[in-house]
């Protein structure tokens, strides 16, 4: 809509696919970023040898493929990379002009219903207060800004060295020292395998296990790639996908794989922190997996079957630096000085606490009078009309060198995450700066989906985690959590859902199917976890934009790229084929690149999950037959009998 003023809060991925796709449709975009580089997470809480989990052919935008424009680039690019990739995206779309850096969104206040615009509050990097309206705002802030600390009795009390893992940067931080990791996130799994090289002692502190998962399977193909569209995520019968039939039986197939290759059910090469049920679509998978064999050894050199299995049948599963052992313990239930007392009554004496505990999904910004239901102010972090940030994201002078991000790789303009800074040492022994327990940020916007998990959370709108159908004109982009995928191509389909939406061109709007169920986890440790390729496909029919062998895409007219997307991933290119923001370049994409993709794995696999698609598909075409069936007993006798 030429003339549409848009607000865009964050230069993250998210925040720069917005700027694109508004920008393009002539759109008067207006990128805040809080930092001096583009980014988010990427550019601000990164550290050595960081490498992306998500594979370059599923995480970058369908308009730049990474593996076209970073040659002999890894399966997973390394941080560095995918910044670069960034800047590229920025400098081919010519995003630069929209960027604001250094300038602060304050407060976000609706100047009344829906379609009456906003006034955005933003501080100027010289510290002036300006405000501006638009008629549009996208929160693309990011998942990655409060840190997450959990409340320790006695935390005050410990000697050592306390940090969140937001705070973490090189492994010369653990050398020596004693090490207690207290989560099992990706990040903390990279931070046990960092310590377990330069550290005296590591242990690792479990609360309700995870899940881990190889980022690559065999022959280095990348686990991400390694799933297929048809009848899973499209053209599934809805009692396949209410029973989840295919997650039942493949769950089977997938733990008998796991104990074949590697001794275990519980998961890849995972014989401790394990968690339950061990299922298909219950889990946001972990695969940071090198610290697997340091983790591991401590229980299997109590088994001798356990070690000649591994030592004799599977080597390459051993450890491939020299480290010393994990040892894993139940939650940390107090400190006393020195010592971490876990719940079992264990003890652990340490030097360096490190809190790997994730964030919370907070937005202080937003004017919770006007955007959320009562009792949201104190949730949101705002205090008299003023965002107030969390104690526990200020970092102490002790930690302050190793707290700040790292310099721009390059001259150029690149930017952090809009907001906390990690938070570390004195901060963290106060524990959380306020009781949050009671209430998150109301509906978020009139709407949510339900009252959040994490009560000390901001709850994400009703519609596919993106809009309030009270609120369309709001949007929240790159905050919903993929199983096996990546965010950066979720947030490129949910700007295209939220451009269709505020136009009223929905191919169908959400009131009218039942989406909740189809796309959701079902562990729902995190209350906006959904299974991605399902996620995908909801939002491409919603928009009308979801692939067909036949009218309107003509898939089957297309082999190579039928097959692509038939035995492939959600790719974000499937969904631009046809529909809306159909692009004639995609098809070149797809018969190339995304084809690879599939040739790749080999002939073996691609048979086994060929005959998979078809079991599965020839089961939901006999449930649609019976449908026809019952249909016609139903209703054929009565147009009989009205035509006699």
Request: hydrophobic share 40%; aromatic share 10%.
């Amino acid at each position: 809509m030429p003339g549409t003023s848009v607000c865009v809060i964050g230069a993250g991925p998210s925040g720069l696919v917005a700027a694109k796709l508004l920008g393009e449709r002539e759109y008067d975009v207006t990128v805040f970023e809080a930092g001096s580089e583009i980014g988010g997470t990427f550019a601000n809480k990164t550290y050595e040898d960081g490498r992306l989990v998500s594979s370059k052919y599923l995480t970058p935008f369908s308009d730049l493929r990474m593996d076209e424009h970073m040659g002999g680039a890894a399966n997973h690019p390394t941080v560095a990379s995918y910044l670069e990739y960034l800047r590229r995206y920025c400098d081919a779309f010519a995003l630069w002009p929209l960027l604001r850096f250094g300038h602060a969104v304050e407060a976000v206040r609706a100047l009344g219903g829906d379609g009456d615009g906003y006034a955005v509050r933003v501080r100027a990097p010289d510290g002036r207060i300006e405000e501006r309206t638009f008629d549009l705002v996208a929160v693309c802030s990011g998942l990655h800004n409060v840190p997450r600390v959990p409340t320790i009795p006695g935390l005050d009390t410990f000697t050592g060295e306390v940090f969140h893992s937001s705070a973490y940067r090189r492994k010369e931080t653990f050398r020596g020292k004693r090490v207690v990791i207290v989560g099992t996130g990706e990040t903390a799994m990279d931070l046990v395998f960092h310590a377990v090289q330069v550290a005296e002692t590591v242990t690792l502190s479990v609360r309700r296990g995870f899940l881990s998962v190889p980022a690559e399977g065999w022959g280095g193909v990348p686990l991400d790639t390694i799933i297929t569209n048809a009848f899973e995520h499209s053209h599934e019968h809805p009692l396949a996908t209410r029973w989840r039939l295919k997650w039942r039986v493949t769950t089977l197939v997938i733990r008998l794989m796991f104990v074949l290759s590697t001794g275990t059910s519980r998961g890849y090469n995972q014989w401790a922190g394990t968690t339950w049920p061990i299922k298909r679509g219950y889990h946001i998978l972990n695969k940071s997996t090198a610290a697997m064999p340091y983790i591991n050894r401590p229980l299997k050199s109590k088994s001798w079957l356990r070690f000649i299995f591994n030592k004799f049948t599977t080597p390459w599963l051993e450890p491939t630096v020299p480290g010393v052992d994990c040892h894993t313990k139940p939650p940390v239930a107090s400190v006393r000085g020195s010592t971490i007392i876990f719940a079992d009554g264990s003890e652990q004496e340490a030097d360096t606490l490190v809190l790997a505990t994730g964030y919370r999904q907070m937005f202080p910004f937003l004017d919770a009078e006007n955007l959320a239901a009562p009792g949201a102010r104190a949730a949101a972090g705002v205090v008299d009309g003023t965002a107030k940030p969390p104690a526990a994201s200020v970092p102490s002078k002790r930690h302050a060198a190793a707290a700040a991000p790292p310099p721009p790789r390059a001259p150029s303009p690149t930017s952090p995450d809009a907001g906390a800074a990690p938070a570390t040492d004195d901060a963290l022994r106060s524990g959380p700066s306020t009781d949050l327990a009671g209430g998150g940020l109301g509906d978020c916007a009139t709407g949510a989906r339900s009252p959040c998990a994490w009560r000390d959370e901001a709850p994400l709108p009703a519609w596919h985690f993106t809009v309030s159908p009270k609120r369309r004109s709001l949007a929240f982009i790159g905050f919903v959590r993929p199983n096996v995928g990546a965010i950066p191509p979720m947030a490129e389909l949910q700007v295209m859902w939220w451009l269709r939406c505020v136009q009223g061109k929905l191919a169908r709007e959400p009131t009218s199917h039942a989406h909740d169920q189809s796309y959701m986890l079902l562990g729902r440790k995190l209350p906006y976890g959904v299974d991605y390729g399902s996620y995908m496909h909801v939002l491409a029919e919603d928009i009308g934009a979801a692939p067909r062998a036949f009218a309107p895409t003509w898939l089957a007219l297309r082999p190579r790229v039928l097959i692509a997307w038939a035995l492939g991933q959600a790719y974000p290119t499937f969904f631009r084929l046809s529909g809306p923001f159909a692009s004639p370049d995609q098809w070149a994409v797809a018969r190339t690149e995304l084809w690879g993709t599939v040739a790749r794995r080999g002939l073996g696999s691609n048979l086994t999950l060929g005959l998979t698609v078809g079991f599965f598909g020839m089961l939901s075409g006999a449930l649609y037959l019976v449908d026809a069936v019952v249909y016609a007993a139903m209703f054929v006798p009565r147009c009989v009998r009205t035509l006699l």
